[in-house]
């Protein structure tokens, strides 16, 4: 098998077997499926290696534990299936994905979670960029939803990565319907939160600004907050304004899918005649730089 992207194979595992990702299933019962009684992390693949793996595994733990859920495989276990995963698909920018479902009951008809039984799967394909490569070389566009509020932190803790998307997928279709790339929610307080798998960061008067709840906290989000200390960038990580987001000199995302990536409009707001600006670009040149080298990786070692 080479280690193209073009000649790689979607692979996942599940059950201890490496399969085509067309054969992956989950019952039609599971839990994770009708109830979105899940978790999950992505880690993604460089140039034939893991970035971060050991921050998203941490936090897929940390995610389990919040969750309720248990699965017989330990972190080192799932770190050795991921490599498995990898390897055998040759793929060399990838984007991995594993899982926990809370799986189906053991009771039929049963409301209690405990009487599921939780189960450990993941996939890998090519590497998926959240915003186009292309939409983000003309400048991506931003709506601030409407009328739709991120999920309150007290009913889904969005410290665990989740597929709760009713909110992001209504805020998804205002955006999209109105000419905009993607979107972005407030909460209840009128407060920027995310969008669907990106942090959001502004900059203003040269201050590096995050919000602090209504979050995951992203290990992209992480990496970009270790660069801004590393560049002696100011930086503050509270609640923000849709006001104050709107009023700033630029605004980023970051995602495992794309990391850093300039935003040129929000709503009827254009940042730097529709340019990317400078504190964006100098937190994405070094942290394409990290991903290239350094102690960060893991290496991938391919048939």
């Not at 940390?62 to 055998?88: G, K, T, Y």
């Not at 920018?93 to 799967?121: E, K, L, M």
């Not at 007290?154 to 909110?167: E, Q, R, T």
């Not at 400078?278 to 730089?289: C, G, H, K, N, S």
Request: one cysteine or more; proline letters at 5%.
């Amino acid at each position: 098998m080479t280690h193209s992207d073009t000649a790689g194979a979607s692979l996942a595992w599940m059950d201890g077997a490496i399969i085509p990702i067309a054969d992956a299933k989950i019952g039609v019962t599971d839990w994770g499926l009708t109830h979105s009684d899940i978790t999950y992390d992505v880690a993604q693949v460089w140039d034939g290696g893991f970035f971060r793996l050991d921050d998203h595994l941490d936090r897929f733990a940390a995610s389990m534990q919040i969750m309720h859920l248990s699965v017989p495989q330990s972190l080192d276990e799932i770190r050795a299936i991921l490599n498995q995963l990898v390897a055998a698909s040759g793929l060399r920018n990838a984007y991995c994905a594993f899982v926990t479902s809370r799986g189906s009951q053991s009771i039929p008809g049963s409301r209690d979670p405990r009487t599921c039984t939780n189960h450990f799967y993941a996939w890998v394909v090519p590497y998926v960029h959240v915003i186009p490569e292309q939409v983000v070389a003309r400048g991506a566009k931003m709506k601030i939803a409407d009328g739709v509020e991120r999920i309150s932190p007290a009913s889904v803790d969005p410290k665990a990565k989740n597929y709760h998307w009713g909110d992001i997928t209504n805020g998804l279709y205002q955006a999209i319907e109105q000419g905009f790339d993607t979107v972005v929610l407030t909460d209840a307080g009128g407060n920027i939160c995310e969008g669907p798998g990106f942090n959001v960061f502004a900059v203003h008067d040269g201050k590096v600004l995050t919000p602090q709840s209504g979050v995951l906290e992203g290990i992209t989000r992480k990496t970009v907050l270790e660069i801004s200390a590393a560049l002696d960038l100011p930086l503050e990580v509270r609640d923000i304004s849709k006001a104050e987001f709107l009023d700033a000199d630029e605004v980023f995302i970051t995602s495992s899918g794309g990391g850093p990536t300039p935003i040129t409009q929000v709503n009827d707001r254009i940042f730097g005649n529709g340019a990317p600006g400078p504190v964006t670009m100098a937190i994405r040149e070094t942290y394409l730089d990290w991903r290239a080298k350094g102690p960060l990786r893991a290496e991938i070692t391919y048939a």
